[in-house]
């Protein structure tokens, strides 16, 4: 399965926009709310150089690239929490995603509507953070008075939920990321059974305009404090300039990108961005005639690391075969790399690396 990430933020801030910029996909762009309905959706390969530099080297027949499924959400509305205009749909799309890139406004333009009128991309990206929190808050309260019951009747289970629930309604109602200590499993399992939307992993993209792009603007500067504050990193994008890049061929799209200085484009930076959100790495499979990239999680086993692939593989795990790639690309091949003791075997319990190239020994 995809890195699942869902595009978000208030009506007419770009986010379709950006969804074809990222993916070619030719959605719906209009200047009105709600142009988005049903979700847009598109699973894109992750541009990742170290994977062009190991086909490069051995020239496989196939090549699988890592992926991601990029989802655009309906825009929200304050309200949303409370059903207002697409809410109940945003918020269960939302939901579904492992990752949320909230699209904030940061252009100046008459003939694009604004929802509040005017630029200000704090108070945007407030509103829909508060609607999330406000979301959660609704649904720990019920869950909160079905858990008192509960505990009424006598429910062992429904009296250790209680202290868990009413922290995480505390925590929310002060604005604070509910926690609970790390060392206790059940109520970490109680806050994860949860599906918090107000605690997705969360990068804010500053959508400008092409002439605003790098140069800085008081407003992205705002935006980056702001979300500094929540531990969550800022991305700077031309939307629209980069949908219309994404029209054109690769040679053509290249030559225009230098030109205008949006650079290698969003999405590897997005991809950075939500990799480093979630804490994943990616390692890299030589299999027959076909080399693959894959994340996973930092501090996956090899094993499990191994069911990323297939789940067969897991369960016959044998041992795993590692080479950094940087070393790999330096001695030239696994053989080279083993005769210099640079290639490792490793147990079912090592802790696979971002660029490592690992070959896994299982049983069938």
């Keep these: ?183 206790d499993e059940e109520g970490s399992a109680v806050l994860a059974g949860l599906f918090l939307l107000s605690t997705k992993p969360v990068v804010y993209a500053a959508n400008v305009s092409e002439e605003a792009f790098g140069a800085g603007c008081a407003s992205i500067a705002a935006l980056r404090v702001h979300a500094g504050t929540l531990g969550a990193p800022v991305i700077e994008v031309a939307a629209r300039t980069e949908a219309e890049l994404a029209e054109l061929d690769a040679a053509e799209r290249a030559v225009f990108a230098a030109e205008l200085g949006v650079g290698e484009g969003s999405l590897p930076r997005l991809v950075r961005a939500v990799y480093d959100t979630l804490g994943l790495v990616t390692f890299f499979t030589m299999v027959g005639v076909e080399v693959g990239a894959w994340p996973v999680k930092r501090g996956t086993g090899a094993a499990r690391a191994a069911g990323r692939i297939h789940s067969d593989m897991e369960r016959g795990f044998i041992r795993a075969e590692v080479v950094p790639l940087a070393v790999l690309l330096e001695l030239g091949s696994e053989q080279a790399a083993r005769d210099r003791g640079a290639l490792s075997v490793e147990g079912r319990e090592y802790q696979v690396r971002d660029g490592d190239v690992v070959r896994f020994k299982f049983r069938s």
């Design 1 to 183: 399965m995809p890195v699942q990430v869902g595009i978000t933020g208030l009506p007419n801030v770009g986010k379709s926009t950006l969804f074809n910029a990222l993916s070619a996909a030719g959605a719906a762009v209009e200047n009105r709310p709600f142009c988005t309905v049903d979700p847009n959706r598109a699973v894109v390969p992750v541009p990742d150089e170290r994977l062009d530099r190991l086909v490069a080297l051995v020239s496989p027949e196939r090549v699988r690239p890592a992926t991601i499924e990029l989802v655009d959400i309906a825009g929200l509305v304050e309200g949303a929490s409370r059903g207002e205009g697409l809410g109940n749909a945003f918020l269960a799309q939302i939901r579904e995603v492992d990752a949320l890139v909230h699209v904030v406004r940061c252009f100046d333009d008459p003939n694009v509507v604004h929802q509040y009128g005017d630029v200000d991309p704090v108070r945007d990206a407030e509103v829909v953070r508060t609607e999330l929190v406000l979301k959660d808050l609704d649904g720990v309260e019920r869950r909160l008075e079905k858990a008192r019951h509960g505990a009424k009747v006598g429910l062992k289970d429904a009296r250790a939920e209680l202290p868990v629930l009413e922290k995480v309604r505390d925590d929310l109602a002060a604005g604070r990321a509910p926690a609970v200590d790390e060392k």
